[in-house]
């Protein structure tokens, strides 16, 4: 993890014990991250479409870290299942509460250990 200013980025590894896929499809799940992210509150997909193999889906996220205090954020994710691969950035065609955020996820099989 690095820090700038107010921009920061990092970088997480985990092994997981399932196959790629399986891992891949929970990614996937978009509608199901609520109870799985920390202190994500809400999360409503308002478009979902393929283009060219290309899963595109975009969804309202509501984070509530403190009670009564929340920020609402809207996210594009675009997954290439081929490639077990999904970007996140933010969705700027609609107004979020904060400046900017980007991601990428990628599933790989584990060099050395089984599924």
């Known amino acids: 993890t690095t820090e700038q200013g107010n921009v920061g980025s990092g970088t997480a590894v985990s092994d997981v014990a399932a196959p790629p896929d399986a891992v891949f499809d ?3 799940d978009v509608s199901s991250y609520v109870g ?11 478009s979902s479409q393929t283009m060219q193999a290309i ?4 969804a309202e996220y ?13 996210v594009e994710h675009r997954a290439a299942r081929h490639m077990r691969t999904l970007v996140f950035f933010l ?10 955020m980007q991601g990428r996820w990628y599933v790989e ?3 050395t250990k089984k599924g």
Do not use: E, M, N, W
């Open 26 to 28: 929970q990614i996937l």
């Open 36 to 46: 799985k992210v920390p202190l994500l509150k809400k999360l409503s997909v308002y």
């Open 55 to 58: 899963s595109i889906v975009k």
């Open 62 to 74: 509501v984070v509530s870290p403190f009670p009564a205090y929340g920020y609402t954020y809207f």
């Open 91 to 100: 969705d700027h065609d609609r107004k979020s509460d904060i400046d900017d």
């Open 109 to 111: 099989a584990h060099p």
